[in-house]
């Protein structure tokens, strides 16, 4: 009872007519009741596997070895304390294990800052665009755009690759009628095919994935765009101010703080971009298009080793740990206008 | 009405006929073209899919390809429904129960959990919530290799529930569902509570109700957002006739990767049916994602 009157909220204030106690009595109970499962739940599927990929990332784990009996950590699978994070930061590692992790880290990097840049200069102009069409296009624009967004991306994967198809697809069918000659470009299979250094392959799963991906900024900078008070645009009209003008002093300003929220939104969803790689390309030509989800996942699951995979897995959690820190940073800092 | 405000040093502005919103003609029609392209660029590889899933096997094999059929074929939906390796009721039962299950148990738990952290104050609530925030961080990579072993462990594995148990808490449901249930009136509860009801009757009939429209926006998302997950399924389901509809289309795609107009089908049969509903709920679902700024 006493326990039952320190965790009484002093917010809330007795009703009149009956004792606090008789009254608060029910709501600590279904509280209680409601609670008690979902905190085993929580420690069971989301503390315990926290615990346990911190661990598995200090052992040589395999699951095809027996191991000890607490989670078959130990024995045959040995532990190697922090030798798994060594070797991924040892740079002049030779071995194939710690090399392709390094190329995954930077197709990752790469990946996400052509991602963020692409996405935010298609999808703002476009949502200013579709909101200055006649009212009547709006819904047929937005949902235009908004339908791969809808679409499984294991669907879009399949959809671009016979599109990218280098003998049957649509975009070398396009261009050999552009230029009159025969092209055929393989796309999605030729290592030596580089734009400013960044490989084709990677640029063409980039395609893919912006394609599936604009959708979905783009109806949040709609919804910003429409959450701009009128007022403030038809001043700037009544000042002379262009349509130009009006978008670059008024209206950015305003969309700042959506701006640099779905900026930092779309990085981190770039960094865990699986889908369109498993199917389209499985991190190929010469890895390529190895991400770092994709090399994870088949360490862990194509060749068993879920040790180095857990500790791999712990090297994206920092990364996107970091990137949501700056980002709060930059939210806190940038809010005024 | 407003060139009435404009002082009259300002001549030109009143001059205009036209509303000052709309730009000049050749503005408005570069606008147009814009979009027009824009659009047509969005809408191709649809129209590449459907057209790729009515070709016969020669013309699909064609160079350079024809864009719209030149005879039109049903043959490679005849093919793909008749094929015994490929029952999609089968897969599209599996991929149904997993998006519906979850719905309900999502919906149950976050609008349960919203209500507790909007209404009730108790020692551990702040923690307990910011935690669960906390988790909506962790990339899926980091938990799927010990959620695996722990689905091996208790025999999930290759089981369809293994897909409903680890997703039964929801933080971005709760965090919507939290931001609602906060905005309804405590007088309303109070009062409830002073008529003698219980309080999983006041969450029942009192909450509930009043938050019907984010309830089937956060369904819809749900559902969507299950129906066409693919990581997670990959891993757990090993078996073709416990996976899901993505799964077995990636694989179909695989196995069949020299006879693109039967691949075509195949994605047609898969997603056109599915995407017909989200697009005629695209309102709701629109509405939610917006709400929500996040992922």
């Known amino acids: 009872m006493t326990v039952e009157a320190r965790e009484r909220p002093p917010s809330t204030a007795p009703p009149k007519g009956r004792s606090r106690r008789s009254l608060e009595a029910p709501q600590n109970r279904f509280r209680r009741v409601v609670l008690a499962p979902i905190i085993v739940y929580l420690a069971f599927f989301t503390l315990l596997p926290l615990v346990w990929v911190f661990a598995l990332s200090l052992f040589n784990y395999s699951p095809r070895r027996e191991g000890a009996s607490i989670g078959g950590l130990g024995g045959d699978n040995p532990f190697v304390g922090l030798e798994n994070f060594q070797q991924l930061f040892d740079f002049s590692n030779p071995s194939q294990l710690t090399q392709t992790f390094h190329t995954a880290v930077v197709v990752t990097l790469v990946f996400a800052f052509i991602v963020l840049p692409l996405n935010l200069l298609i999808t703002l102009p476009l949502a200013v665009m579709i909101e200055a069409a006649a009212r009547r296009l709006r819904p047929l624009l937005r949902t235009v755009f908004f339908m791969p967004v809808l679409t499984s991306a294991v669907a879009v994967a399949v959809i671009w690759q016979y599109v990218l198809n280098p003998q049957y697809g649509l975009l070398n069918g396009i261009l050999t009628k552009i230029t009159g000659d025969t092209t055929v470009i393989s796309w999605l299979n030729d290592p030596s095919l580089t734009v400013a250094g960044v490989p084709v392959a990677l640029l063409a799963v980039t395609a893919a994935y912006l394609w599936m991906d604009i959708g979905y900024n783009l109806v949040i900078f709609i919804a910003a765009l429409q959450g701009i008070p009128k007022q403030l645009t038809e001043a700037s009209l009544l000042d002379g101010a262009n349509a130009w003008q009006r978008f670059w002093y008024v209206t950015l300003p305003l969309l700042k703080p959506t701006i640099l929220l779905t900026a930092i939104l779309t990085m981190i969803s770039s960094f865990q971009a699986f889908d369109l790689f498993q199917v389209m390309t499985l991190g190929n030509p010469d890895n390529q298009t190895r991400v770092l989800p994709l090399d994870i996942f088949q360490n862990a699951f194509t060749f068993q080793a879920m040790g180095w995979a857990a500790a791999e897995s712990l090297v994206l959690l920092a990364i996107v740990l970091l990137i949501t820190l700056i980002q709060s940073r930059m939210l806190r800092s940038k809010w005024s206008y | ?295």
């Not at chain 2, 027009?36 to 020669?58: D, R």
Request: aromatic residues 12%.
């Open chain 2, 1 to 295: 009405m407003t060139t009435l405000s404009v002082p009259d040093v300002r001549p030109e502005t009143v001059t205009v006929v036209k509303p000052p919103r709309r730009p000049p003609p050749v503005g408005r029609l570069m606008l147009y073209l814009v979009l027009a392209i824009g659009g047509v660029i969005a809408a191709l590889p649809f129209f590449w899919m459907v057209f790729g899933a009515f070709k016969t096997g020669a013309e699909i094999r064609q160079i350079p390809p024809t864009f719209v059929p030149q005879d039109w074929t049903l043959e490679n939906f005849s093919t793909i429904l008749n094929d015994p390796g490929l029952p999609l009721t089968t897969f599209y039962r599996n991929s149904l129960f997993v998006a519906l299950t979850n719905v309900v148990v999502t919906l149950f738990t976050s609008s349960l959990l919203g209500f507790i952290f909007a209404k009730y104050v108790f020692r551990g609530r702040d923690i307990l919530f910011w935690y669960l925030m906390a988790m909506m961080m962790v990339p899926p990579s980091v938990l799927m290799i010990p959620n695996y072993l722990i689905l091996s462990k208790i025999g999930l594995l290759n089981n369809l529930w293994g897909l409903v148990v680890t997703v039964a808490v929801d933080p971005f449901a709760i965090l919507i569902m939290r931001q609602f249930i906060r905005s309804l009136p405590d007088e309303q509860i109070e009062s409830a509570r002073v008529d003698g009801a219980s309080e999983f009757r006041i969450y029942w009939s009192v909450v509930l109700p009043q938050v019907k429209p984010a309830l089937a926006t956060l369904g819809l998302l749900t559902f969507m957002f299950n129906w066409n997950a693919y990581l997670w399924p990959l891993v757990v389901l090993s078996e073709n006739s416990k996976r899901t509809i993505p799964v077995i289309l990636s694989w179909y795609s695989t196995q069949h990767s020299a006879q693109l107009n039967l691949v075509m089908a195949a994605s047609v049969l898969m997603v056109v049916p599915v995407l017909i509903v989200f697009l005629a709920t695209q309102r709701w679902i629109v509405q939610g994602l917006t709400l929500s700024g996040g992922k």
